[in-house]
C-alpha cells in the first residue's frame, strides 16, 4: 500500500528531476513495487484516495496492467511524467521486471515512459470491477493528462537488467544439472490463481514422463478476495493445484513470489508433494475450506508447508515448478521391488527432499 514516506520520496525525486539541465543524464532504476513505493498523487487527489483504490483494485482481482493504468491517470510522477519533469535532460532507465511481457510502461507504472492512457479507458476498467472515482478524484484524472513532448523525444533508452523468462531459464539449467527434464510453460501466466492451478494439474496428471520432468512457469495470477483469508497468489494456486491432483503419488511442487512476500504475509509461498491430503485429514485441516475462504497460508503453516526466505531485494513475478516423477513400476517385477524398498526409507514425493 502507498504510505506518507513514498510520497515524500517521490517529491524528492521530481524535485531532483525538475534541476536537471540540458548537459545532465538521469539514471533511473525501476523495480516492480515501484507503483506503490513512488506514490505522488495528481493534484485534486489525496493519499487516502490512492490508498483506498488501491485496496479496493487489490481485492477486484484485476490483473497488474489494468491496475497500473488506474495508478498512471491519478499520479503527478508515473506514466512518464517523471520523463518529462527531467527535459531537457538525456534519460536512462534501467528495468528488473515483475510484470507479464515486460512492458516498461506497465513495470512500475512506467516513471519513464510516456503514457496517453484515455481517461475514458480508465474509467471502463473500474466500471468493470465495480469501482467509481468521486467526481473530484475524476475532474483531477481529467486534467492530469499528459500532453506529447513538443519535440517528440521519448526516453534515451531502457534496458531490461532481469525478467521473468529470465529466471526460469535459470532454473530450466539447473534442472538440467540435477538431471531432471525442463519444460517452461511460459513467463506471462495470468487468471485466476485457482483456476491456473486446475489447468496446471491437469497438464501434471496427463504427463507419462521417461523421467523426471519439472514444468517451469511465471506470470502474475489474482485472488478475487471474497473473505478475510490470509494468503496470497501463490499459496492459492498450490492449494487449488494440490487439491485437483488429490494426493496423486510421485508429483510435487512449490510456488513462490521471487520478491520473497505472497500476499500481505510473511512468506514467499508454499510446496506440496503427495502426501499433503493424507497429513491435512491427520491434522484436522480442510483443504478444501481454506481454499474457499482463501485462506492458504493457514493451511500451509498448520502442515508444515510455508516457504520463508525473507525479502531477496528483487523482484521478477512469481516462480512456479511442478515435479512429475515417472510412475513406479509394480511390485510383480524385481525392479519394481527395489524401488519400493527404497521409497521406505526415502520419500519419492518430496520436492527437493523434506523442504522446497
Given at each position: 500500500?502507498?504510505?506518507?514516506?513514498?510520497?515524500?520520496?517521490?517529491?524528492?525525486?521530481?524535485?531532483?528531476?525538475?534541476?536537471?539541465?540540458?548537459?545532465?543524464?538521469?539514471?533511473?532504476?525501476?523495480?516492480?513495487?515501484?507503483?506503490?513505493?513512488?506514490?505522488?498523487?495528481?493534484?485534486?487527489?489525496?493519499?487516502?484516495?490512492?490508498?483506498?483504490?488501491?485496496?479496493?483494485?487489490?481485492?477486484?482481482?484485476?490483473?497488474?496492467?489494468?491496475?497500473?493504468?488506474?495508478?498512471?491517470?491519478?499520479?503527478?510522477?508515473?506514466?512518464?511524467?517523471?520523463?518529462?519533469?527531467?527535459?531537457?535532460?538525456?534519460?536512462?532507465?534501467?528495468?528488473?521486471?515483475?510484470?507479464?511481457?515486460?512492458?516498461?510502461?506497465?513495470?512500475?507504472?512506467?516513471?519513464?515512459?510516456?503514457?496517453?492512457?484515455?481517461?475514458?479507458?480508465?474509467?471502463?476498467?473500474?466500471?468493470?470491477?465495480?469501482?467509481?472515482?468521486?467526481?473530484?478524484?475524476?475532474?483531477?484524472?481529467?486534467?492530469?493528462?499528459?500532453?506529447?513532448?513538443?519535440?517528440?523525444?521519448?526516453?534515451?533508452?531502457?534496458?531490461?537488467?532481469?525478467?521473468?523468462?529470465?529466471?526460469?531459464?535459470?532454473?530450466?539449467?539447473?534442472?538440467?544439472?540435477?538431471?531432471?527434464?525442463?519444460?517452461?510453460?511460459?513467463?506471462?501466466?495470468?487468471?485466476?490463481?485457482?483456476?491456473?492451478?486446475?489447468?496446471?494439474?491437469?497438464?501434471?496428471?496427463?504427463?507419462?514422463?521417461?523421467?523426471?520432468?519439472?514444468?517451469?512457469?511465471?506470470?502474475?495470477?489474482?485472488?478475487?478476495?471474497?473473505?478475510?483469508?490470509?494468503?496470497?497468489?501463490n499459496g492459492e494456486y498450490l492449494l487449488a493445484l494440490a487439491l485437483a491432483l488429490g494426493g496423486r503419488a510421485g508429483i510435487s511442487?512449490?510456488?513462490?513470489?521471487t520478491d520473497g512476500i505472497d500476499g500481505s504475509q510473511s512468506n514467499a509461498g508454499a510446496w506440496f508433494d503427495g502426501d499433503l491430503?493424507?497429513?491435512?485429514?491427520?491434522?484436522?485441516?480442510?483443504?478444501?475450506?481454506?481454499?474457499?475462504?482463501?485462506?492458504?497460508?493457514?493451511?500451509?503453516?498448520?502442515?508444515?508447508?510455508?516457504?520463508?526466505?525473507?525479502?531477496?531485494?528483487?523482484?521478477?513475478?512469481?516462480?512456479?515448478?511442478?515435479?512429475?516423477?515417472?510412475r513406479r513400476r509394480g511390485p510383480s517385477t524385481p525392479k519394481g521391488r527395489g524401488r519400493q524398498r527404497r521409497c521406505a526409507t526415502?520419500?519419492?514425493?518430496?520436492?527437493?527432499?523434506?523442504?522446497?
Amino acid at each position: 500500500m502507498p504510505d506518507q514516506a513514498g510520497e515524500d520520496a517521490a517529491r524528492r525525486i521530481l524535485a531532483l528531476a525538475h534541476g536537471a539541465g540540458p548537459d545532465d543524464l538521469m539514471v533511473a532504476l525501476v523495480s516492480g513495487g515501484a507503483s506503490s513505493l513512488l506514490s505522488l498523487p495528481a493534484a485534486g487527489v489525496t493519499l487516502a484516495d490512492k490508498q483506498a483504490l488501491n485496496r479496493a483494485l487489490l481485492r477486484s482481482g484485476a490483473p497488474i496492467h489494468e491496475m497500473n493504468a488506474v495508478r498512471k491517470a491519478l499520479s503527478a510522477i508515473k506514466g512518464g511524467r517523471l520523463l518529462e519533469a527531467a527535459r531537457p535532460a538525456a534519460v536512462v532507465t534501467y528495468v528488473i521486471s515483475d510484470v507479464p511481457g515486460d512492458d516498461p510502461a506497465v513495470i512500475g507504472s512506467g516513471p519513464t515512459v510516456p503514457d496517453q492512457t484515455d481517461p475514458g479507458a480508465v474509467a471502463a476498467i473500474l466500471q468493470r470491477y465495480g469501482l467509481s472515482l468521486e467526481d473530484r478524484a475524476r475532474r483531477a484524472m481529467e486534467a492530469n493528462r499528459l500532453a506529447p513532448a513538443a519535440d517528440g523525444a521519448g526516453p534515451a533508452g531502457i534496458e531490461m537488467l532481469a525478467t521473468p523468462r529470465m529466471a526460469l531459464e535459470a532454473a530450466a539449467e539447473a534442472a538440467r544439472a540435477a538431471g531432471l527434464e525442463p519444460v517452461i510453460l511460459g513467463d506471462t501466466v495470468e487468471g485466476e490463481a485457482v483456476e491456473v492451478g486446475r489447468a496446471h494439474a491437469r497438464l501434471a496428471l496427463g504427463l507419462a514422463p521417461a523421467r523426471p520432468t519439472v514444468l517451469l512457469s511465471g506470470g502474475e495470477t489474482t485472488v478475487t478476495m471474497s473473505g478475510s483469508g490470509r494468503g496470497g497468489r501463490n499459496g492459492e494456486y498450490l492449494l487449488a493445484l494440490a487439491l485437483a491432483l488429490g494426493g496423486r503419488a510421485g508429483i510435487s511442487g512449490i510456488a513462490c513470489d521471487t520478491d520473497g512476500i505472497d500476499g500481505s504475509q510473511s512468506n514467499a509461498g508454499a510446496w506440496f508433494d503427495g502426501d499433503l491430503p493424507a497429513d491435512a485429514r491427520a491434522a484436522g485441516v480442510d483443504l478444501a475450506d481454506h481454499l474457499a475462504r482463501h485462506d492458504s497460508f493457514t493451511a500451509f503453516e498448520r502442515l508444515g508447508r510455508l516457504v520463508t526466505t525473507g525479502p531477496t531485494f528483487t523482484n521478477v513475478n512469481d516462480f512456479r515448478a511442478i515435479l512429475v516423477r515417472p510412475r513406479r513400476r509394480g511390485p510383480s517385477t524385481p525392479k519394481g521391488r527395489g524401488r519400493q524398498r527404497r521409497c521406505a526409507t526415502r520419500s519419492p514425493n518430496r520436492f527437493c527432499g523434506r523442504s522446497a
